[in-house]
């Protein structure tokens, strides 16, 4: 299973980003799809993810800017950034609970990351 994110860039305050990631590989289905970012010296944190249902859950510092949102004919999730602040910049890394195969356990897979720099 690969995870191949991109969309990243160099945008500045207040601009607007769009984040894709798309999942490939043999597997039976996707769970939950999210997307996480590390700054410089900072652990890896979530700031968004989406069930295969359509159910959302956001980190309080994306709130009202991000949405994430998913096509699961495609195994896409993205994630819109809008409203963007210099504290935003950071590595994004796309995930996914992937299920290989009927009747086995799901793992958690992670994209190559791709780097958000929010500057003037």
């Known amino acids: 299973v690969q995870l191949q994110a991109s969309g990243g860039g160099l945008v500045q305050p207040g601009g607007s980003l769009r984040l894709s990631c798309a999942a490939s590989?043999?597997?039976?289905?996707?769970?939950?799809m999210g997307w996480y970012r590390q700054a410089p010296g900072k652990q890896r944190e979530l700031a968004a993810d989406?069930?295969?249902?359509?159910?959302?859950n956001y980190a309080e510092f994306v709130k009202g800017r991000f949405t994430i949102s998913r096509d699961n004919a495609k195994n896409t999730v993205y994630l819109q950034m809008n409203s963007l602040k210099p504290e935003d910049t950071a590595v994004y890394y796309c995930n996914a609970a992937v299920r290989r195969s009927w009747g086995t356990p799901i793992f958690n897979y992670w994209g190559q990351g791709t780097q958000v720099t929010v500057s003037s």
């Open positions: 989406i069930t295969g249902g359509g159910s959302t």
């Open positions: 590989g043999r597997f039976v289905s996707i769970n939950v």
